[in-house]
């Protein structure tokens, strides 16, 4: 779980981010899944098992991706992702928001 603690939330939710998708990267999946204690919105929480069920059944032998991508679908690391979209988060704190703009890469 994501601990912010500090004044600039940016950065803590940055690190966070680029952390996990590093860990899927590198096929860590049980420590990313561990970093994820609360179910999203469907109430699933994810597991090994279901982040490559999920790539299966979202990309595997009988989808279209494969007929592009013979080797299946790939995490990347952060460094990898060239020209990368910036991502807004929004942060609920007491009923106020504020809106963060993430660029998912390891330099901004």
Not at 59 to 81: C, K, L, M, W
Request: aromatic share 12%.
């Amino acid at each position: 779980m994501i601990q912010i603690e500090s004044q600039n939330p940016e950065l803590a939710i940055r690190s966070f981010v680029l952390g996990w998708m590093k860990l899927l990267a590198g096929r860590e999946y049980d420590h990313a899944c561990a970093q994820i204690d609360e179910p999203n919105s469907y109430g699933i929480v994810w597991d090994p098992d279901q982040v490559l069920r999920m790539l299966h059944d979202t990309f595997g032998p009988d989808t279209r991706f494969v007929n592009e991508h013979h080797e299946g679908p790939q995490f990347s690391y952060p460094s990898a992702i060239k020209n990368a979209p910036a991502f807004e988060i929004i942060a609920f704190n007491d009923g106020s928001w504020t809106v963060f703009r993430l660029a998912i890469r390891d330099t901004f």
